[in-house]
């Protein structure tokens, strides 16, 4: 959970970001980004976990657009678990994901259990990536995929500029780099192990989101959530777009499979 310091996925923060990336996403590349972390996957039929699932854009997508037949959202946000669940009233019961308040730690079911484990960049909250990649080979069924993108760091020593981003984004990261999550997933037990770096494609899109918050969206933003906290993530998105423009700060795509 955050400490008295960190940013809350709060009804503010969850309306600003919805703001920029789309209804249900909490981070960029709305469906098309999703459905470019599970090609190749049919999930027809199959059982989905998805890590760390916010406000249920992508949970709602499998469930309905992929035609997974069970399919269970999990966050540690009590906040963004009510607005998903309120929203998913809204789709037939035989359609209807489930959502899950979970506390940090280990994940809340037996073993084998999944079809595929999804996890669109939230496992940057969680620092010992070998722990949580344990848990996402133990839930998975034999010959079960996982599926996912999240925020990596270069190999590089962290720079003032990332430790600036870092510090102002106020979330919790725990950054990790490509190597820290090969050898995790590795450890853990993962065959085919794939790293797919998306900093090209996400560097040009952070520069026109930073100038939408700062022109189109503002005044729609800072009556929504105050005028403080809108000129807060205009900076938050400045900082971001250094550090991608750096390299320093590399979306990445992440696919293995378990035994």
């Known amino acids: 959970m955050a400490d008295e ?7 503010a923060f969850v309306e600003l970001l919805e703001s920029v990336w789309g209804e249900g996403f909490l981070s960029p590349g709305g469906p098309e980004e999703v459905g470019r972390i599970l090609a190749g996957l049919d999930l027809e039929g199959g059982r989905v976990l998805d890590v760390g699932c916010g406000t249920g854009g992508a949970t709602f997508l499998m469930a309905n657009e992929r035609k997974a037949g069970h399919v269970v959202g999990i966050d540690v946000s009590a906040a963004v678990i009510e607005e998903a669940e309120a929203r998913s009233r ?3 019961a035989e359609r209807r994901p489930r959502f899950r308040l979970i506390e940090p730690g280990l994940l809340p079911f037996p073993d084998d259990q999944f079809d595929v484990v999804f996890s669109k960049d939230s496992l940057i909250h969680i620092p010992d990536k070998l722990a949580i990649c344990r848990e996402i080979l133990r839930v998975l069924r034999p010959g079960g995929v996982f599926a996912a993108s999240d925020w990596l760091r270069s190999d590089e020593p962290i720079s003032p500029q990332l430790q600036y981003y870092i510090d102002v984004e106020a979330l919790g990261f725990g950054m990790g780099t490509a190597e820290d999550y090969r050898r995790a997933l590795v450890g853990a037990g993962f065959l085919e192990v794939r790293l797919t770096d998306r900093n090209v494609w996400y560097r040009a899109i ?6 939408a918050l700062s022109g189109p969206l503002y005044a729609r933003l800072v009556e929504r959530v ?3 906290f809108t000129r807060h993530e205009i900076e938050v998105w400045r900082a971001l777009t ?7 700060l590399r979306p990445t795509h992440l696919r293995a499979r378990k035994p």
């Open 5 to 11: 310091h960190e940013q809350e996925y709060d009804a």
């Open 90 to 92: 809204k789709y037939p």
């Open 206 to 211: 952070a520069h026109e989101e930073h100038a």
């Open 226 to 228: 105050g005028e403080e």
């Open 242 to 248: 250094v550090v991608l423009d750096s390299g320093e």
